[in-house]
Protein backbone atom coordinates (compact mmCIF):
# COMPACT_ATOMS: atom_id res chain seq x y z
CA UNK A 1 0.00 0.00 0.00
CA UNK A 2 1.62 3.15 -1.02
CA UNK A 3 1.43 6.33 1.57
CA UNK A 4 -1.72 8.99 1.30
CA UNK A 5 -0.03 11.50 -0.85
CA UNK A 6 -2.51 13.60 0.99
CA UNK A 7 -1.60 12.99 4.86
CA UNK A 8 0.21 16.03 6.36
CA UNK A 9 3.87 14.72 7.08
CA UNK A 10 4.72 13.95 10.32
CA UNK A 11 6.97 16.24 12.24
CA UNK A 12 7.62 16.86 15.60
CA UNK A 13 8.10 14.99 18.49
CA UNK A 14 6.42 15.23 22.27
CA UNK A 15 8.74 13.97 24.80
CA UNK A 16 7.30 14.44 27.65
CA UNK A 17 3.41 12.90 28.24
CA UNK A 18 1.61 12.15 31.60
CA UNK A 19 -1.09 9.10 32.52
CA UNK A 20 -3.53 8.45 35.10
CA UNK A 21 -0.71 6.67 36.77
CA UNK A 22 0.79 10.13 38.63
CA UNK A 23 -2.18 10.80 40.24
CA UNK A 24 -2.81 14.12 38.41
CA UNK A 25 -3.56 13.32 35.06
CA UNK A 26 -6.54 12.05 33.18
CA UNK A 27 -6.13 9.66 30.76
CA UNK A 28 -4.59 6.39 30.66
CA UNK A 29 -1.67 5.33 28.95
CA UNK A 30 -3.20 3.65 25.67
CA UNK A 31 -5.44 6.58 25.76
CA UNK A 32 -2.24 8.96 25.02
CA UNK A 33 -0.78 6.39 23.05
CA UNK A 34 -3.95 6.10 20.76
CA UNK A 35 -3.89 10.12 20.59
CA UNK A 36 -0.17 10.32 19.63
CA UNK A 37 -0.81 7.87 16.90
CA UNK A 38 -3.85 9.53 15.76
CA UNK A 39 -1.78 13.15 15.57
CA UNK A 40 0.69 14.48 12.86
CA UNK A 41 3.47 14.08 15.42
CA UNK A 42 5.93 12.11 14.46
CA UNK A 43 6.74 10.29 17.46
CA UNK A 44 6.98 10.95 21.32
CA UNK A 45 7.95 9.66 24.65
CA UNK A 46 5.49 8.93 27.39
CA UNK A 47 7.19 9.90 30.62
CA UNK A 48 5.51 9.37 33.94
CA UNK A 49 6.69 10.73 37.08
CA UNK A 50 9.06 7.47 38.64
CA UNK A 51 7.82 7.28 42.52
CA UNK A 52 8.88 9.34 45.30
CA UNK A 53 9.42 8.49 48.90
CA UNK A 54 6.31 8.44 51.21
CA UNK A 55 7.03 11.23 52.98
CA UNK A 56 7.07 13.48 50.11
CA UNK A 57 3.91 11.81 48.26
CA UNK A 58 2.21 9.91 50.95
CA UNK A 59 -1.42 10.37 49.12
CA UNK A 60 0.41 9.64 46.04
CA UNK A 61 -1.25 12.40 44.00
CA UNK A 62 2.62 13.39 42.04
CA UNK A 63 3.86 10.03 41.22
CA UNK A 64 3.42 6.42 40.37
CA UNK A 65 3.28 3.80 43.29
CA UNK A 66 6.00 1.85 43.51
CA UNK A 67 5.20 -1.24 42.23
CA UNK A 68 3.32 -0.02 39.39
CA UNK A 69 6.88 0.82 37.21
CA UNK A 70 7.25 -2.94 35.55
CA UNK A 71 3.91 -2.80 34.36
CA UNK A 72 3.94 0.97 33.11
CA UNK A 73 7.02 -0.31 31.39
CA UNK A 74 5.29 -3.53 29.71
CA UNK A 75 2.34 -1.76 29.14
CA UNK A 76 4.47 0.53 26.69
CA UNK A 77 6.55 -2.31 26.15
CA UNK A 78 3.34 -4.09 24.25
CA UNK A 79 1.61 -0.89 22.60
CA UNK A 80 5.12 -0.40 20.67
CA UNK A 81 4.91 -3.77 19.33
CA UNK A 82 1.59 -3.23 17.59
CA UNK A 83 1.97 0.80 16.80
CA UNK A 84 2.24 2.19 13.84
CA UNK A 85 5.28 4.66 15.00
CA UNK A 86 7.51 1.76 16.16
CA UNK A 87 10.58 3.06 17.58
CA UNK A 88 9.32 6.41 17.56
CA UNK A 89 7.37 5.68 20.48
CA UNK A 90 10.02 5.89 23.31
CA UNK A 91 9.88 4.64 27.33
CA UNK A 92 10.60 7.36 28.99
CA UNK A 93 9.62 8.69 32.67
CA UNK A 94 10.59 12.26 35.03
CA UNK A 95 12.75 11.82 37.77
CA UNK A 96 12.50 14.14 40.29
CA UNK A 97 16.53 15.74 41.67
CA UNK A 98 16.30 15.55 45.59
CA UNK A 99 18.47 18.07 46.64
CA UNK A 100 18.17 16.53 50.77
CA UNK A 101 19.12 13.19 49.02
CA UNK A 102 21.15 13.06 45.95
CA UNK A 103 21.95 9.82 46.06
CA UNK A 104 18.39 8.60 46.78
CA UNK A 105 17.98 10.24 43.24
CA UNK A 106 20.71 7.94 41.58
CA UNK A 107 18.92 4.92 43.10
CA UNK A 108 15.47 6.24 41.58
CA UNK A 109 17.03 6.68 37.92
CA UNK A 110 18.88 3.05 38.41
CA UNK A 111 15.68 1.49 39.13
CA UNK A 112 13.73 2.70 36.23
CA UNK A 113 16.36 2.46 33.61
CA UNK A 114 16.92 -1.83 34.74
CA UNK A 115 13.19 -1.77 34.08
CA UNK A 116 13.34 -1.00 31.30
CA UNK A 117 13.12 3.18 30.97
CA UNK A 118 15.10 4.46 27.81
CA UNK A 119 15.06 8.22 28.52
CA UNK A 120 14.71 10.07 31.72
CA UNK A 121 13.87 13.47 32.06
CA UNK A 122 15.62 15.71 34.95
CA UNK A 123 13.14 17.68 37.24
CA UNK A 124 13.44 20.06 39.84
CA UNK A 125 10.08 20.53 41.82
CA UNK A 126 11.24 20.04 45.27
CA UNK A 127 13.58 22.60 47.26
CA UNK A 128 14.06 20.52 50.98
CA UNK A 129 10.37 19.87 51.37
CA UNK A 130 8.66 22.10 49.30
CA UNK A 131 7.41 21.37 45.94
CA UNK A 132 7.31 24.96 45.02
CA UNK A 133 5.27 24.03 41.62
CA UNK A 134 2.27 22.93 43.57
CA UNK A 135 -0.52 25.12 43.34
CA UNK A 136 -1.69 23.85 47.32
CA UNK A 137 1.27 25.23 48.38
CA UNK A 138 1.55 28.81 46.22
CA UNK A 139 1.02 30.76 49.54
CA UNK A 140 4.49 29.53 50.96
CA UNK A 141 5.90 31.96 48.57
CA UNK A 142 4.52 35.07 50.44
CA UNK A 143 7.01 34.49 52.83
CA UNK A 144 10.17 33.74 50.62
CA UNK A 145 12.71 35.99 49.00
CA UNK A 146 12.42 35.67 44.70
CA UNK A 147 15.55 36.29 44.47
CA UNK A 148 16.64 33.73 47.15
CA UNK A 149 14.45 30.96 45.82
CA UNK A 150 15.86 31.53 41.90
CA UNK A 151 19.17 31.36 43.25
CA UNK A 152 17.97 27.84 45.29
CA UNK A 153 16.76 26.54 42.47
CA UNK A 154 19.08 27.34 40.07
CA UNK A 155 21.94 26.23 42.18
CA UNK A 156 20.05 22.44 42.34
CA UNK A 157 19.28 22.85 38.75
CA UNK A 158 22.75 23.01 37.92
CA UNK A 159 23.69 19.97 39.89
CA UNK A 160 20.61 18.21 38.21
CA UNK A 161 22.58 18.78 35.11
CA UNK A 162 25.82 18.17 35.67
CA UNK A 163 24.75 14.71 38.16
CA UNK A 164 25.02 12.27 34.36
CA UNK A 165 21.76 10.77 35.82
CA UNK A 166 19.15 12.44 33.10
CA UNK A 167 18.86 12.55 28.82
CA UNK A 168 16.30 15.86 29.51
CA UNK A 169 16.12 18.60 31.72
CA UNK A 170 12.59 19.45 31.96
CA UNK A 171 10.90 22.59 31.97
CA UNK A 172 14.13 24.32 32.46
CA UNK A 173 13.34 27.90 34.41
CA UNK A 174 9.55 26.15 36.59
CA UNK A 175 10.84 28.45 39.05
CA UNK A 176 8.74 31.04 37.46
CA UNK A 177 5.64 29.30 37.05
CA UNK A 178 3.37 31.56 39.24
CA UNK A 179 5.48 34.64 37.51
CA UNK A 180 7.56 35.07 40.93
CA UNK A 181 10.47 37.14 38.96
CA UNK A 182 13.73 37.70 40.25
CA UNK A 183 15.59 41.63 39.80
CA UNK A 184 17.68 40.22 37.23
CA UNK A 185 17.59 36.45 35.88
CA UNK A 186 20.58 36.65 33.49
CA UNK A 187 23.18 35.14 35.87
CA UNK A 188 20.61 31.82 36.74
CA UNK A 189 20.79 31.90 32.51
CA UNK A 190 24.45 32.08 31.60
CA UNK A 191 25.12 29.77 34.37
CA UNK A 192 23.12 26.90 33.70
CA UNK A 193 23.28 27.22 29.87
CA UNK A 194 27.20 26.50 30.61
CA UNK A 195 26.70 23.67 33.18
CA UNK A 196 23.89 21.89 30.75
CA UNK A 197 26.76 22.80 27.79
CA UNK A 198 29.78 21.05 29.64
CA UNK A 199 27.35 18.38 30.56
CA UNK A 200 26.13 17.23 27.46
CA UNK A 201 22.07 17.38 28.54
CA UNK A 202 19.42 18.36 26.48
CA UNK A 203 16.94 21.08 27.74
CA UNK A 204 13.43 21.10 27.04
CA UNK A 205 11.27 23.81 24.93
CA UNK A 206 7.88 23.22 27.34
CA UNK A 207 4.74 24.23 25.82
CA UNK A 208 3.22 24.00 29.48
CA UNK A 209 4.04 27.33 30.54
CA UNK A 210 2.27 28.74 28.45
CA UNK A 211 -0.84 27.40 30.01
CA UNK A 212 0.47 28.41 33.66
CA UNK A 213 0.38 31.92 35.25
CA UNK A 214 3.76 32.83 33.82
CA UNK A 215 2.08 32.71 30.23
CA UNK A 216 5.73 31.61 28.83
CA UNK A 217 7.69 28.74 27.20
CA UNK A 218 9.75 26.87 29.27
CA UNK A 219 12.82 28.44 29.47
CA UNK A 220 11.73 32.30 28.69
CA UNK A 221 13.19 33.67 25.50
CA UNK A 222 16.80 34.72 27.17
CA UNK A 223 17.30 31.57 28.77
CA UNK A 224 16.89 30.19 25.59
CA UNK A 225 19.08 32.41 23.51
CA UNK A 226 21.84 31.30 26.10
CA UNK A 227 21.19 27.67 25.82
CA UNK A 228 21.70 28.19 22.26
CA UNK A 229 24.28 30.10 22.26
CA UNK A 230 26.04 26.94 24.41
CA UNK A 231 25.16 25.02 21.66
CA UNK A 232 22.49 22.96 23.90
CA UNK A 233 20.34 20.54 22.24
CA UNK A 234 16.66 21.11 22.73
CA UNK A 235 13.41 18.62 23.20
CA UNK A 236 9.93 19.26 22.51
CA UNK A 237 7.79 19.19 25.41
CA UNK A 238 4.31 19.58 26.32
CA UNK A 239 4.28 18.22 29.40
CA UNK A 240 0.51 17.25 28.93
CA UNK A 241 -1.57 15.65 31.88
CA UNK A 242 -4.74 15.56 29.21
CA UNK A 243 -4.72 13.91 25.72
CA UNK A 244 -6.00 17.37 23.99
CA UNK A 245 -2.51 18.85 25.50
CA UNK A 246 -0.43 16.55 23.38
CA UNK A 247 1.84 18.63 20.90
CA UNK A 248 0.17 21.72 21.99
CA UNK A 249 1.38 25.11 20.66
CA UNK A 250 4.64 23.67 18.73
CA UNK A 251 4.26 25.57 16.33
CA UNK A 252 5.09 28.13 19.04
CA UNK A 253 7.77 26.36 20.35
CA UNK A 254 9.41 25.64 16.65
CA UNK A 255 9.63 29.30 16.18
CA UNK A 256 11.19 30.45 19.02
CA UNK A 257 13.64 28.25 18.31
CA UNK A 258 13.87 28.88 14.82
CA UNK A 259 14.19 33.08 15.65
CA UNK A 260 16.98 31.50 18.05
CA UNK A 261 18.68 29.80 15.20
CA UNK A 262 18.22 26.42 15.89
CA UNK A 263 16.97 24.39 13.05
CA UNK A 264 16.07 20.96 14.57
CA UNK A 265 14.71 19.37 17.51
CA UNK A 266 16.21 16.50 19.53
CA UNK A 267 14.40 13.29 19.73
CA UNK A 268 16.01 10.82 22.05
CA UNK A 269 15.64 7.12 21.69
CA UNK A 270 17.69 5.65 24.60
CA UNK A 271 21.34 4.58 25.03
CA UNK A 272 22.48 8.02 23.59
CA UNK A 273 20.74 7.71 20.54
CA UNK A 274 19.32 10.90 19.23
CA UNK A 275 17.18 11.73 16.28
CA UNK A 276 17.41 15.04 14.88
CA UNK A 277 14.11 15.81 13.33
CA UNK A 278 14.40 19.14 11.02
CA UNK A 279 11.75 22.05 12.74
CA UNK A 280 9.57 24.17 9.97
CA UNK A 281 6.58 25.85 10.13
CA UNK A 282 3.13 24.97 8.74
ZN1 LIG B 1 7.65 18.31 35.87
ZN1 LIG C 1 5.88 16.37 33.65
Redesign the pocket.
Known sequence: MSPDASAPARRYADC???TVL?GHAEHSIEEMVATLEASTLAGGIV?E?LPLPDEVDSDRVVSMYPGELPSYVMALQILRERSPLAENLVIGA?ADWRDVDPAWTARSVADARAAGVEVV?G?VHLLGDWAFDDPNRVDLWDDKDIDAVWEQYFTQWCCAASSGLFDVM??PDLVKKFGHRPRDPRPYYEQAAHVAAEAGVLCEVST?GLRKPCAELYPAPQFLAELAQQQVGFTL?S?A?DKSEIGADFDLAAAALLEAGVTCQAFPKGDGVIDWLPLSLS
Open positions: HMHCTHELSSHAADH
